[in-house]
C-alpha cells in the first residue's frame, strides 16, 4: 500500500512552486530595501512623498497590529494609540538617553524593540484581566487605558508632560520604515496562520465550541493581544523618530479611531486588506488636506458609505492568493474539487 502523502510533505516536494515563496520573500525583502536606500541616497522622489511612504509604512503596521485583535479574533480594541504612545516615548527616552555610550547605527534598532516590548508588556497587563470575562469589555478597558496612558504622560514631567518630548534624532529612514513594514506583514501572517492563529479564527466564529475541543482559549487572546501591541509600539517609535517630536495629544482616542478607519475601511481579517485600508486611508487624509476641517468629516462619511454598502470593508474575511501559504492554498483546492465532485 502506498503511503499516503500529506500537505506538508507535498510542499516539501523538489521542484513544488510553494517552496519557492520563501525564496521570493528573501528576494522582495532585498529588492524593497534596495530600493528604498537608492530613494533616500539619490533623491529618486521628493522629501514629501517620501514622507508619505513612510506615514504608509507606519499606518500598515498599526492596522494590521489591530486587525489581528479586531478582525481575526472578533474582540473589539478601541484604545490602540495608548499602546502606540507607550512605544514612542520609550524608544524616545532610549535614543535620547543612551546615545552617548551605544553607536547609533545600533540603537535605533534596539530602541524600537525595547519599546516594543514596553507596549506588550502593558498589552499582557491589560489583557489578562480583561479576557476573564466575555463581550465588550475589553473595548471599555481599552478605552479607559488610552485615557489613563495619554493623562499619566501629561503630568509626568520626565517627559515633558503636556509639552511633549523632543530631542531625538531622526532615525527614521524610509529604508527603516519597509523592513520593520515587511517583517509585520511576515510575522503577522505566519501567526494567522499557525496553530495559534487557527485557535484565534475559531474564537471568532465560536468561542463556546472552540473551548469545547481543547483549545486555552485565554492563551490564545492573551498572546494576540500582546503581539498585536508589541507592533503598535514599533509604530510608535518609528513614528516619534520620524517627527523628532511627540506630545500625548498625538494619541488620543481620536488616533485610536484612525486606526480603526483604517482596519475597518480595508476589511476585517485580511492581511491585504489593512495594506489597502491604511494606505487608501494615508493618501486620501493627503489629497484632502486642502479642505482642512472638512476632511475630518469628509473621512467618517466614507466610512459610513463604506460600511453601508461592504459591511465587511474592501477586503473583508478575502486574502491575496500570494499572502496564503502553499500548504493552506492545497488544502482550499482540495477542498474545492471534493465539493465540485459532490
Known sequence: MSRQISDGDRTAEPGNPFRKRGYVAVLLLIGGLFLSFSITRYTLLDQYLQLILMYIGINIILALSLNLVNGYM???????????SIGAYVASLTTVKA??????????????????????LCGMIVSIPSFRIRGDYLAIVTLAFNMIVKSALENIDAVGGARGFLGMDRLTTLPWVFFWTFLTVWIIRNFVYSNYGRGMLSIREDETACALMGVNTREVKILAFTISSFFAGIAGGLFAHLLQYINPRMFDILKSTDILIMVYLGGIGSIAGSILGATVYTLLLEILRPLEVWRMVLMPLLL????????????????????????????????WQRERGR
Open 99 to 120: 546615545f552617548s555610550v551605544v553607536p547609533s547605527i545600533l540603537l535605533f534598532p534596539s530602541a524600537l524593540i525595547v519599546g516594543g516590548l514596553s507596549a506588550a
Open 304 to 335: 459610513i458609505f463604506v460600511m453601508l454598502f461592504r459591511p465587511k470593508g474592501i477586503m473583508g474575511m478575502r486574502e491575496l492568493p500570494w499572502i496564503i501559504p502553499g500548504s493552506e492554498r492545497l488544502l482550499n483546492i482540495r477542498h
Open 74 to 84: 472578533g474582540e473589539f480594541s478601541v484604545g490602540h494609540a495608548g499602546f502606540m
